[in-house]
């Protein structure tokens, strides 16, 4: 009888292990909820130093079915050597999404030195979690430990010279403003020499102070009829002292000279129109400030004019 069992038992062993594989996987419940192998493009694997940023790609598919992560993997200081960033989504040019999981080396080892980024299980909303295998990398110093001590390998280098910069267009480029700016001085100084020499052709006491200044005695008749024709010529007619209200109306800019004119007309009256006696002894005639006069007036002319 135990003959039997035996034969039995062999049988089923048989019978079992002649089934198919992939049934008793069918059978096991746990089955779907394993991790699954992801599609990743790695980082490569050598010549990275300090600063360098290394980035993971991982397929968010499972046998032709879009998968939707769960929690990214978030931003963190992870080791010695690597600082993950923050991970993003992207898709390329076929439609597909990819998740981008990027680490940036924040220290240098002083030797060639091997590293692992971290292995990773991002869980998804439906479908099996996403599995990441750890990946190695190697590391190097930014210089070595010792200079080779040839040429000009040396431990320590003179200070880089600085190139110097083209000055030439700002040569060029100074000297034409420094033109440009004479240019306008000497065309600013002759219509300045052109004004005055018109105002002095044009405005009557203007013209007047020219004349005046050309007479060696400012105390002759010729003076006084100067400073006569320029009044005139302002008015625009003869001008005496009983006319001289009509003239300060017509120009008040000549009011504040009121009283120096009325003195003008005055002396003028005196000079020409009243003979001494020719009993009287002679007696030199106290020196008039014509000229001041004169000046006083083609000044008033000229802020009147400007």
């Not at 006491?205 to 400073?227: G, N, Q, T």
């Not at 002292?241 to 120096?260: T, W």
């Amino acid at each position: 009888m135990s003959a039997t069992k035996q034969a039995h038992a062999a049988v089923l062993a048989l019978v079992l292990a002649a089934l198919p594989t992939g049934f008793s996987l069918a059978a096991d419940p746990a089955a779907p909820d394993a991790a699954a192998t992801a599609t990743i493009e790695q980082p490569r694997s050598f010549g990275h130093v300090l600063g360098d940023v290394l980035t993971q790609r991982v397929l968010l598919e499972h046998q032709g079915r879009p998968l939707e992560p769960g929690l990214l993997p978030a931003a963190a200081r992870i080791d010695l050597w690597l600082e993950r960033r923050p991970s993003r989504i992207e898709t390329d040019a076929e439609g597909r999404r990819w998740l981008a999981i990027e680490y940036q080396l924040i220290n240098a080892p002083r030797a060639l030195t091997a590293i692992l980024l971290p292995a990773l299980t991002i869980a998804t909303g439906s479908g099996p979690a996403i599995a990441l295998p750890a990946w190695p990398v190697s590391i190097g110093p930014l210089t070595p430990a010792e200079t080779f001590g040839q040429g000009d390998l040396q431990p320590l280098r003179p200070d880089r010279p600085v190139a110097a910069l083209a000055t030439h267009p700002i040569e060029q480029h100074l000297k034409l403003s420094l033109l440009a700016l004479l240019a306008v001085l000497l065309a600013w100084l002759a219509w300045w020499a052109w004004r005055n020499m018109r105002e002095a052709q044009q405005l009557p006491f203007a013209h007047a102070w020219r004349e005046l200044k050309r007479i060696d005695d400012p105390a002759s008749p010729e003076a006084w009829r100067v400073l006569h024709r320029a009044l005139n010529r302002s008015a625009g007619r003869v001008v005496h002292g009983a006319s001289l209200p009509q003239l300060l109306a017509d120009a008040p800019y000549l009011r504040p000279l009121q009283p120096r004119l009325e003195d003008f007309y005055r002396e003028s009256t005196r000079r020409f129109f009243f003979a001494e006696s020719a009993a009287a002894p002679a007696q030199p005639q106290a020196a008039y400030p014509l000229k001041p006069l004169c000046r006083a007036l083609r000044n008033a002319e000229k802020r009147h004019r400007h």
